[in-house]
């Protein structure tokens, strides 16, 4: 064998009971667990958990795998594999002015591209492009890619808030299905977010339908996870039933006072859809705040047109205030229906250096707001402090619950999630307050999301399984990140391997570029179809 790991506390990622077993690794897949005679190299991992890798369900790294070949922010947690194309707006697939509108709209999350050669515009492409990173060594850890439906109508439809038409709703729906024969694992949904949201229930279940055909998954971001937010999440229940599509919430949680300690709640309305016989999972970040663009609380009717016209909006003193009523008074769409509270929204990044003094302050008013929306040219990033803790523990217990950093790595002071997701999940949600047992944890973080992607081969410790793993101390494992120091490396993670080979050892990053885009193949609707 071309390692045997010794000696580990294996826990293999089923929530099953953990036991202490050599694991021989050979070729990039597991070869043999038990007690195993010497390899051409071997690691004591005496003292250590070893896990399958952790998968991100829910990750914002889509131009950050292109530009950084380090990728510590993930691969020093122990995520061996991301999910992008999230929240309904990513770079695939796309026209030429569909990619610039894009690029603007989201460069809160990642940055305007300046440094990306965006020679793609399919999924395909895309995904090429991640195999092909760093001069076809390829990138830091492996990604899926879900279609982001928002791009999807924006590429058909522009940013108009309108219906589709029957011709223009069946070339969305020949979109998504181009997406997934090309490998895509699923559709993203934004619906907070332009132009995702002008999207009516009818049409989503149409392109939902070409979801189940390709046996993918919807992954929304639904309408209000405020005000209107168990009517939200019963939208998308009963969207996914009536469609025939798996069904995968996107960082599920309640937010702002009207949803203190309604956790029951929704778990209730999930436990008689998956006793419906609904196919449903979640996922979730182990914080409280929320973190997005500055842009995204404004009104949807103020993004009609794309960022060029909303730029034109702020400008203009008159819609300007309509915006603010909006946000003040009424509490609009992008903010969940709720008034805004400005004193809970915190300037996290800026994309023009001239404003990083606002980084780390909570804005005072809507004035401060416009001031750098405009000057910033939409790119500043917030932290909304609107969560509850109560609703979070009880959310991460559930049996359909994944973890998603819902990481967001742009600006000076990024949420702490996106560097410490998994580590804080093991020592303080497992190690600290007990909530959840350590081989449960591994299993919400493993192989949960490994079966949700219909990935036969990754999520488990098991023979013939690819070598994707993670060696940690169960007893020192920590997020070292902070709100005051949010990139900061976690401790207690001294190795992870993609395909057998180390990507982090001795807890130092190596210089393997292991990562690949895991894929659908096999694409013929209506059968579960192959990854690799």
Same mark, same amino acid.
């Given at each position: ?173 020949? +979109?998504?299905?181009?997406? #997934? @024969?090309? *490998? %895509? ?7 907070? &977010? !332009? $132009? /995702? ?71 209730? +309305?999930?436990?008689?859809? #998956? @006793?419906? *016989? %609904? ?7 182990? &914080? !409280? $705040? /929320? ?71 909570? +804005?005072?008013?809507?004035?401060? @707001? ?163």
């Amino acid at each position: 064998m071309d390692l045997v790991i010794r000696g580990a506390r294996v826990v293999d990622g089923t929530g099953g009971p953990s036991y202490t077993a050599d694991v021989g690794v050979h070729e990039g897949r597991i070869a043999a667990v038990g007690r195993l005679s010497g390899g051409r190299e071997t690691l004591d991992a005496h003292g250590l958990a070893l896990a399958p890798g952790f998968v991100d369900m829910h990750a914002h790294s889509d131009l950050a795998l292109l530009r950084d070949p380090d990728h510590s922010a993930k691969a020093a947690q122990g995520v061996t594999l991301e999910v992008l194309g999230q929240d309904g707006l990513s770079y695939a697939p796309v026209d030429d002015p569909t990619l610039a509108a894009v690029r603007a709209a989201v460069t809160g999350w990642n940055g305007p591209g300046d440094d990306i050669d965006f020679d793609w515009r399919t999924v395909g492409g895309y995904l090429d492009r991640l195999d092909h990173g760093f001069g076809g060594e390829g990138i830091a850890v492996n990604a899926a890619y879900l279609v982001p439906q928002g791009t999807v109508r924006a590429l058909v439809l522009g940013w108009d808030d309108r219906p589709a038409t029957p011709a223009e709703l069946d070339r969305m729906c020949r +979109l998504v299905a181009d997406g #997934l @024969a090309q *490998g %895509a694992v699923g559709m993203s949904s934004g619906l907070t &977010y !332009t $132009p /995702g949201m002008y999207a009516t229930g009818a049409e989503l279940a149409e392109l939902c339908r070409v979801v189940a055909r390709y046996d993918g998954y919807y992954c929304p971001h639904h309408r209000s996870y405020g005000r209107g937010a168990l009517a939200a999440y019963a939208e998308m229940t009963d969207l996914a039933r009536e469609a025939g599509c798996a069904l995968h919430l996107a960082h599920a949680t309640l937010n702002f006072a009207e949803n203190a300690g309604r956790a029951a709640d929704l778990l209730a +309305l999930l436990d008689a859809a #998956l @006793a419906d *016989g %609904a196919d449903i999972t979640l996922d979730s970040y182990p &914080y !409280t $705040p /929320g973190c997005t663009t500055l842009a995204a609380l404004l009104p949807g009717w103020a993004h009609e047109g794309g960022p060029d016209a909303l730029l034109a909006r702020l400008r203009d003193d008159d819609h300007a205030e309509r915006i603010r009523h909006a946000l003040e008074t009424e509490g609009s769409d992008g903010c969940h229906g709720v008034p805004v509270d400005w004193s809970t929204v915190e300037i996290s990044g800026v994309t023009d250096p001239a404003y990083a003094p606002y980084v780390g302050r909570r +804005l005072d008013g809507w004035g401060t @707001a416009r001031r750098l929306l405009l000057g910033d040219r939409l790119g500043p990033t917030v932290l909304q402090h609107v969560g509850h803790e109560d609703n979070v523990r009880a959310i991460m217990r559930h049996r359909v619950h994944t973890g998603g950093s819902d990481g967001i790595l742009q600006g000076a002071k990024p949420h702490p999630r996106a560097y410490g997701t998994f580590p804080h999940y093991l020592g303080h949600y497992v190690r600290e307050l007990g909530l959840l047992t350590l081989e449960e944890c591994v299993a919400h973080l493993a192989g949960r999301p490994a079966a949700r992607l219909r990935l036969p081969d990754r999520g488990l410790v098991r023979v013939g399984y690819r070598a994707d793993l993670v060696l940690f101390d169960p007893a020192t494992v920590a997020a070292g990140a902070t709100y005051e120091r949010p990139r900061t490396p976690p401790t207690g993670i001294p190795h992870v391997l993609i395909d057998g080979r180390f990507v982090v050892r001795d807890g130092r990053r190596t210089p393997v570029l292991a990562g690949r885009s895991v894929r659908r193949t096999g694409h013929v609707p209506g059968r579960i179809s192959r990854l690799r």
